[in-house]
């Protein structure tokens, strides 16, 4: 999944899933650069579309240890997990994926999860002591959901074996459970438009 397909799926449940996502009660943003306009973007693809989508051949790696090349890692690793985290709250709380108007496709779910197993492979391949030992804990439960994801469609009635697999996976991120509970979080209601 490119990082704007992942910002977008993350932004549509997290406006729903805020409340229940983050320590402090609101859900991480997705991270934004500026551009030498100063115009605000989404980063971490290439003309918006991830290396590799499209049939495009992906560019040459930069060097990793190269700070540039550093940023970008960080920048694409947090929007991942993010996401991830966001979505996974909507589907960890029965009350806020009811008050979903649309959700994500089977393939878009997968995509995300995929993004993230992505951080969790470059993780493991990192130097020992450079990669996020929660990322690590986090991998059995994001396994478990992608199998269980690519055999259900979803819809606002989750199953329980994904329900508890979303809230596990959010434990091992170091997300509390609310504390209202699970059951109970009603999220936060969306802005509304002007």
Not at 4 to 17: C, I, P
Not at 120 to 141: C, F, I, M, S, W
Request: hydrophobic share 40%; net charge negative.
């Amino acid at each position: 999944m490119n990082i704007s397909g992942a910002a977008a799926l993350s932004a549509a449940l997290s406006a729903l899933a805020a409340g229940c996502a983050t320590r402090e009660g609101s859900a991480p943003e997705p991270a934004e650069s500026r551009s030498a306009s100063g115009a605000g973007e989404v980063t971490g693809s290439q003309g918006g579309k991830a290396a590799g989508e499209g049939g495009e051949e992906a560019p040459a790696r930069a060097d990793p240890a190269q700070p540039e090349a550093m940023m970008d890692r960080t920048r694409n690793h947090a929007m991942a997990t993010a996401g991830f985290a966001n979505t996974m709250a909507a589907f960890a709380a029965p009350r806020v994926i009811a008050k979903a108007k649309s959700l994500p496709s089977r393939e878009e779910m997968l995509r995300c999860i995929d993004a993230y197993l992505e951080v969790v492979a470059e993780t493991k391949r990192a130097p020992q002591g450079e990669g996020n030992q929660a990322t690590l804990d986090a991998e059995p439960y994001a396994l478990k959901l992608r199998a269980l994801f690519a055999a259900w469609t979803p819809s606002t009635t989750v199953p329980p074996e994904i329900q508890r697999n979303a809230r596990d996976v959010l434990a091992a991120l170091g997300v509390p459970e609310p504390p209202e509970g699970w059951d109970r979080c009603e999220g936060r209601a969306a802005p509304s438009s002007p």
